[in-house]
C-alpha cells in the first residue's frame, strides 16, 4: 500500500481499524458489540456445525459460547485485502475456553479464520466467516 492512492489506502486503514476492532471486541466477550459487525444475511461455517445463516442465528451461537465458556485468546492478522467494496482478512489464533461450569473441561485450541467482508452503506461488515482448528 506504500504506493496506493490516498483514498484506497484510507480504505485501507479504516478496515484494518474495523478489524481489529472485531477481534477486541469477541476477545472482550462483548456479544452486543461484536454482533454490529455482521451484516443482516451474514453466514458463519464453524468446524463440526452446521452453518448459521443470518445475524440473529450468529448471535445466539456467540451468546451461548460467551454464556459457556471465558476465552482466552492470542490472535494474529496473517494477511488482509481490500478490493472496493470487498475485503478478506485471514487470521491465525491460539485460544483456552474454560467452561463457567466447574464440571465442565477446558478446550485448548489453535487455527485459523478467514473473514468476507462487504462495505455496506459506507461500514465494513462481516458477510461470511469460515475456521478450522488443528
Do not use: M
Request: contains cysteine.
Amino acid at each position: 500500500l506504500l504506493n496506493a492512492p490516498a483514498s484506497e489506502a484510507g480504505s485501507s486503514k479504516r478496515f484494518v481499524d474495523t478489524l481489529w476492532a472485531h477481534e477486541n471486541a469477541f476477545q472482550a466477550g462483548d456479544v452486543d458489540r461484536l454482533i454490529e459487525f455482521y451484516a443482516q444475511d451474514a453466514v458463519s461455517l464453524p468446524p463440526g456445525f452446521a452453518p448459521s445463516e443470518g445475524r440473529e442465528a450468529i448471535e445466539a451461537d456467540l451468546r451461548w459460547l460467551f454464556d459457556e465458556y471465558e476465552l482466552e485468546r492470542e490472535f494474529v492478522l496473517v494477511d488482509y485485502e481490500v478490493r472496493g467494496r470487498y475485503a478478506t482478512r485471514l487470521g491465525e489464533w491460539e485460544q483456552t475456553l474454560t467452561p463457567k461450569d466447574p464440571d465442565g473441561e477446558t478446550i485448548v485450541e489453535r487455527g485459523r479464520c478467514i473473514l468476507g467482508w462487504k462495505r455496506i452503506r459506507g461500514t465494513w461488515k462481516v458477510v461470511w466467516e469460515i475456521w478450522n482448528t488443528y
